[in-house]
């Protein structure tokens, strides 16, 4: 095995062995506070499916590209593309829009009781479930063609100059036509939720500077509710998104304007990489944030220990 290959297929290790005990982590101490409150919060039901979406990502793709990588198992035939492709781009990008769902709630919630803003956070805890849906029919939609056009890697010599190489698989567009209106979709996916993340999160980071002014001047000290750790922790969330998927979406934007179809699978290996580095490192800041997690974690922990 050349250089090349064992680093990515490290990489890849690295990120499956951070990503899936953290995210698992997640959703076991959500499904706890479940057992136990016999409710979860709004905020605590976007994080468990953001979690639950996150894992799909790590688990389907940077533990089956570990295994390609070192001849464990090949999944990557014509059906096993399509397949993974599509669970991928559709996992990954339901992350994207949980976190712009979470920061969204979190917005509304910073909100003074009242307000017309505290009557919509009212309608989407209602509404939640109907959030939910339309966000999994959005992006099933734009994933959908990945079931199309993708193909093993071992019918590279049929490909057509307007094909992507994604490592052991290749999406093999009939036209150029429909590439450009496939990235074109894909881009325009994350760079809307990312664009209005953003602006909730700068709303945020304003009302939190405000906030502690205010309880500086009320007690000369400075102050920290449930609100405002809940608040920094999704505009934590919310940087780490914009950071990694700025860089993800730049290379794919570059990816669909190449003309060389070999050249783009390095391109393809670093958005990968990226990608799912979020969905490996948000449990961590979860964990470490979230008292509710960080709480059912260490029973666990402690459980295990005991035993």
Known sequence: ???????????????????IPGNVAVIYAYLMALHHEKCLLTADAIVLHLALANLLVVGVRCVLETFATFHIANVFDDTGCKGVIFVYRTARSLSIWLTFVLSTYQ????????????????????????????????????????????????NNSKLLQNSINVQFCFINFPSVSVKDANGAAQTVRDVVPMAFMTTTSLIILVFLYKHSRHVRAIRGAGGSSAESRAAVTVVTLVTLYVMLYGVDNGLWVYTIIIKQTMSSALMSDLRIFFSSLFAAMSPIIIIVSNKKVNKYVRCCGGEKTSG
């Open 1 to 19: 095995m050349d250089s090349e290959l064992l680093t990515r297929g490290l990489l890849y290790l690295s990120l499956s062995v951070v990503g």
């Open 107 to 154: 917005c509304l919630s910073i909100a003074p009781p009242g307000s017309r803003w505290a009557t919509a956070r009212e309608l989407f805890t209602r509404f939640l479930w109907l959030i939910f849906l339309v966000v999994w029919i959005i992006n099933i939609s734009v994933s959908s063609p990945s079931i199309v056009f993708a193909m093993g890697a071992k």
